[in-house]
């Protein structure tokens, strides 16, 4: 995903501005550029790919005294990865760099075109600096001509702002999109769009709000809240600890990383959303010409999204759908008829089991898709066509906001292919696609509920197993509940479809057998509840999660009241893993580094 970074000082700016982004890679990016303006000057580079084709680029330029810098790492989402479309953005006189999106750009695009701005590039960032450059005519100040453009803007964004006419000055943004300043005993003045790009340049930072908005030189910074009151600067001190500032105050990256989903899922709906449809930049629509059935192929987890996806495909898009274990699926010779599509689904882009599955669908001439978190893996390289995830470099063993992304995007795809089948009626479309905007607010972890979970833990740490049952996409819900529970607890833990624990696990039922029960209000709700009762009467100890009171359970975690299932699936998505994290940290496991466990599984 985009990283920014700033600088203003008299360091040598293009290391220091490289440096940053080095330390951003992690989070994904397909272009990368710097502006420079120094002695009255503007030096610009911008390069397609890895950070080292920016440093070649800029190879000969030599930064002498007092210089200020924006840099900027891309994850295309408005237009492709070029040059072009890689910031900083230029007008006149002026640069930006910009995270987030502008949602009103074709509307001000529109407006500033017939005003004369030539636009270069397909990205929605490009209009900020033309606005910028359009009230810097009449404002009395640059700095209020910068005010005048965010009150124009409507999205999510984190904006630094260079221009000619105030060399030594940085204007800054944040609404939406991360955003932190820092400042040294040699006076420098940096940014960035995480800590890590400041970590050992800087000792004391202020991490902005949504709505702070200001400007900064080396002798002043000047910070302003959504109200236009001027805010106190309270620095903190920066840890020069690059794991645990990585960890950014969390106890684990996966902590982190369970309360990065509401971040990540809003950077992975991005650009997808419009009011009555889906779009997805990266796919052509005749690769789903011909196809009447989809296969969906994976491992572990991400067998676990293409579970959930085999019901909403089949709901929404009214098209066949089969969900092979990749292990299973290379050696059982299946038998593949060129109408199917064939998508994988992979965190890594490289689990061995699932890219050989993906060759041998290709060598069988199925047309293939992948969807995954990193750009430029062996899946997307091989694949005909790939909708990337962008839940950021997954750190913690089990994955969570990588799950979150995955049927985050299997959701929109299920819809994009309900429109195309016309399967789905427009106005249940538009329907989910507001669902589909509510997911950030969705996954946010409630402190309350929380500190429940770490407290009901300690009821949780013996036993002789757990099942995790609920019905419908609860059930791959239950598990992955269940998966996560084992890989960082070591406990014994099973999923299972709720109306299936008669046919035989019902017989395990004793007070040392737990059961987490996922009973959602809006998906047969009163099935699930009979199935809970059963186990209930034979004295399984019960956790329900659940919106609604259940009097048959030992203990109730209480979810918020949703509009839909879908809302419902992903708040207890995000119990289940914080649950199976304070029963694992209770147990005094590595719950970043489990046991026999690896990130990538690139063996058979
Ligand atoms: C579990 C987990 C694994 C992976 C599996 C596939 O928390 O992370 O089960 O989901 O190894 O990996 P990818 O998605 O990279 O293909």
Not at 72 to 79: D, K, L, V, Y
Not at 243 to 258: D, H, N, P, T, V
Request: aromatic share 8%; hydrophobic share 40%; proline share 3%.
């Amino acid at each position: 995903m985009c990283g920014i970074v700033g600088y203003i000082g008299a360091k040598p700016v293009k290391k220091i501005l490289i440096d940053g982004l080095r330390e951003l890679e992690y989070r994904g990016y397909d272009s990368a550029g710097i502006a420079v303006l120094q002695q009255g000057g503007f030096s610009l580079f911008k390069a397609v790919g890895k950070l080292i084709n920016l440093e070649e680029k800029a190879k000969e330029f030599e930064s002498n005294g007092f210089s200020v810098g924006i840099g900027h790492t891309r994850w295309a989402t408005h237009g492709k990865p070029t040059e072009l479309n890689a910031h900083p953005h230029l007008g006149q006189n002026s640069y930006v760099v910009h995270n987030g999106i502008i949602e009103n750009y074709q509307e001000l695009k529109a407006m500033l075109t017939a005003q004369g701005a030539q636009f270069l590039s397909q990205t929605d960032t490009e209009v900020i600096v033309h606005l910028f450059e359009h009230h810097l005519k009449t404002a009395a100040s640059a700095f209020e001509a910068f005010r005048q453009t965010l009150a124009r803007l409507e999205g999510a964004y984190a904006v630094l702002l260079v221009n000619g006419s105030v060399p030594d000055t940085i204007f800054f943004a944040k609404h939406g999109s991360p955003m932190i300043i820092g400042r040294n005993t040699d006076n420098d003045v940096l940014f960035g769009s995480s800590d890590a790009a400041l970590i050992g340049k800087c000792n004391e930072v202020i991490y902005l709000e949504d709505g702070h908005y200001g400007y900064a030189s080396s002798d002043e910074v000047a910070l302003f809240d959504a109200q236009d009151r001027e805010v106190v600067l309270r620095y903190v001190p920066l840890s020069d600890n690059k794991l645990s500032a990585q960890k950014e105050g969390y106890r684990f990256f996966m902590e982190k990383e369970i309360y990065e989903q509401s971040t990540v899922l809003a950077d992975t709906l991005m650009g997808r959303l419009r009011d009555r449809s889906i779009y997805f930049e990266e796919i052509d629509p005749s690769l789903f010409e011909g196809i009447n059935e989809i296969k969906l192929c994976a491992c572990g987890t991400s067998y676990h999204a293409a579970l959930v996806a085999s019901y909403l495909f089949e709901r929404h898009a009214h098209i066949r759908t089969s969900v092979e274990i990749a292990s299973e699926f290379r050696y059982r010779d299946p038998f593949l008829t060129s109408d199917t599509l064939f998508v994988v689904i992979s965190q890594s882009g490289e689990t061995a089991d699932t890219l050989e599955s993906l060759k041998m669908a290709k060598k069988s001439g199925l047309k293939t898709m992948v969807i995954c978190n990193v750009d430029n893996s062996s899946m997307v390289r091989l694949a005909d066509a790939s909708i990337l995830t962008r839940a950021g470099i997954e750190k913690g063993v089990a994955s969570t906001k990588a799950f979150a992304t995955q049927v985050s995007v299997l959701w929109m795809l299920s819809l994009y292919l309900g429109e195309t089948r016309k399967t789905l009626p427009a106005t249940e479309i538009e329907r989910q696609i507001q669902l589909l905007r509510t997911l950030p607010s969705t996954v946010a972890v409630d402190p309350a509920t929380h500190e429940q979970l770490r407290r009901l833990s300690k009821r949780y740490l013996h036993g002789h197993g757990f099942f995790f049952i609920g019905r419908d996409v609860f059930y791959p819900l239950a598990l992955e509940g269940a998966l996560k529970l084992k890989e960082i607890s070591y406990l014994h833990a099973e999923g299972y479809p709720s109306g299936e624990m008669k046919h035989g696990p019902i017989a395990l039922a004793d007070p040392e057998l737990f059961t987490i029960a996922l009973l959602p209000q809006h998906k047969l709700y009163d099935k699930t509840k009979s199935n809970i009762e059963e186990l209930s009467a034979r004295d399984s100890t019960i956790c329900s999660i659940s919106p609604l009171d259940f009097d048959k359970a030992d203990d109730h975690i209480r979810t918020r009241a949703q509009d839909d299932y879908m809302l419902e699936f992903f708040e207890m998505m995000v119990v289940l893993q914080l649950l199976s994290m304070e029963i694992a940290i209770r147990l005094g496991n590595d719950v970043d580094m489990p046991r026999n466990l690896a990130k990538s599984v690139t063996v058979e």
